[in-house]
């Protein structure tokens, strides 16, 4: 087992001196994944600060000893940060941003154009110039407030359409949305020009789902290979990593494999920026299925060791592409608060205590 670093060590003990013994117990014997990745990528969680009292003092640990990076799982997306043209939501991005500050942790922005969780108002009598314009002064307030502090930016989010069959994999495949209705296909390229203007440093991510297998891996490549070609200064494939044990076969992890090595070939950066392994259920970003709500029944042991050795197994292919990802972020804390809850999808049970995953990912790392 990695040991934690004083730092870490002091951090969790610290916080768990506040809390029940046995979950006092769990915090000191933890092993680290931060630690344990530490020179190889970072590694990241995703939450919000939604109230100054979000999480406890052992959630706190588990925060500060485990990960160097924070996504906002919701609070920086378009309809919660910018509602209207004229309002602005600041308050939970800034105390993100200063506890990651506080804490000597990294943040990355998530996410600037999406078809969900949007304000209507972009698109309010919008012809094409004018939701150009709304985008371009959205990303500009946005990024710019934000400059020097993220460490890049999911720029576009799950721009391409699920499922697929031969003649789409062929074609980009665009998902049908407001932005591709009014704008057209070059709101892409345009979005991440805007980033680009507002920060001229920061990493440029298109963010997706599934986009490493099947006809959605193939109008991927198609899709990026035309952002490059128009000169979209995009820097990093984010592979959001929705994967569930029932769809983790021999095939999947060849084709997660394989993935990779083609975003590598077209000199982008990887990051896995949503990762869970559902006990159940089919995987994939789409809503619905699996979601907050009645506790599921306790996993078994021989479900979360078949978790630990697909996370096991994933994190082996991360590590063989480490010259490429360069952020590997779980899409949650713990089991309870996963947007799978119903499903057990993390290194962390629904107490916060350690899961076998734990383990089994810090084995994987490189000695
Ligand atoms: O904040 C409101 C709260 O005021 C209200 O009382 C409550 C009632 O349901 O809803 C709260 O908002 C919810 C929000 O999460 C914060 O908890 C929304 O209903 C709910 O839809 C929203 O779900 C988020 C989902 O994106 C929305 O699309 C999940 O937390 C979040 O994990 C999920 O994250 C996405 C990534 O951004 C992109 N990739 C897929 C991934 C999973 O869907």
């Known amino acids: 087992m990695t040991k934690l670093s004083r730092r870490s060590f002091l951090a969790a003990s610290t916080a768990a001196a506040f809390v029940r013994p046995r979950r006092a117990a769990a915090a000191v014997a933890l092993a680290s994944v931060k630690e344990a990745y530490r020179g190889v990528f970072l590694i990241g969680t995703a939450l919000d600060f939604r109230r100054p009292d979000e999480f ?31 309002t602005w939501n600041w308050a939970q991005p800034e105390a993100l941003l200063d506890f990651c500050g506080k804490n000597a942790m990294k943040t990355v922005g ?24 709304r985008l ?62 507002a920060d001229p440093d920061v990493a440029l991510h298109y963010n997706d789902y599934s986009i490493e297998s099947g006809f959605k891996h193939q109008s991927s490549l198609v899709l990026l290979k035309r952002l490059i070609a128009d000169g979209a200064p995009i820097t990093t494939v984010g592979i959001q990593g929705h994967w569930s044990l029932t769809g983790l076969t021999p095939e999947r992890y060849q084709q997660i494999d394989e993935a990779i090595a083609h975003y590598k070939a077209l000199k982008l950066k990887v990051a896995i920026t949503e990762l869970d392994v559902t006990l159940s259920g089919a995987g994939g970003g789409q809503l619905g299925g699996g ?47 996963s947007w799978r809850s119903g499903q057990s999808p993390l290194a962390f049970d629904r107490d916060g205590k350690p899961k076998p995953a734990l383990d089994a990912i810090v084995a994987a790392a490189p000695k």
Not at 63 to 74: G, L, R
Not at 115 to 129: I, K, L, N, P, V
Request: contains cysteine; hydrophobic residues 40%.
């Open 56 to 86: 406890d003092a052992a959630e706190l640990a588990i925060i500060t000893s485990q990960f160097n990076v924070i996504t906002p799982e919701n609070s920086m997306k378009p309809g919660p940060i910018h509602p209207q043209e004229d």
């Open 291 to 337: 979601g907050r709500g009645t506790p599921p029944p306790p996993p078994t042991a021989e479900q979360l060791q078949a978790q630990a050795e697909a996370y096991a197994k994933l994190f082996g292919i991360f590590v063989k592409h480490r010259d490429a990802v360069n952020r590997v972020t779980f899409w949650g804390l713990h089991d309870r608060r």
């Open 136 to 197: 371009r002064s959205h990303i500009a307030t946005l990024v710019g407030r934000f400059k020097g502090r993220v460490i890049g930016w999911d720029v576009v989010n799950e721009a391409i359409n699920d499922g697929g069959n031969d003649t789409t994999a062929a074609t980009e495949n665009l998902r049908d949305t407001r932005w591709l209705q009014t704008v057209g296909p070059d709101f892409l390229t345009q979005a991440f020009r805007f980033a680009r203007e």
């Open 110 to 133: 998530h996410c600037l154009v999406w078809h969900s969780q949007t304000g209507a108002w972009f698109f309010e009598g919008a012809s094409r110039e004018i939701a150009l314009q």
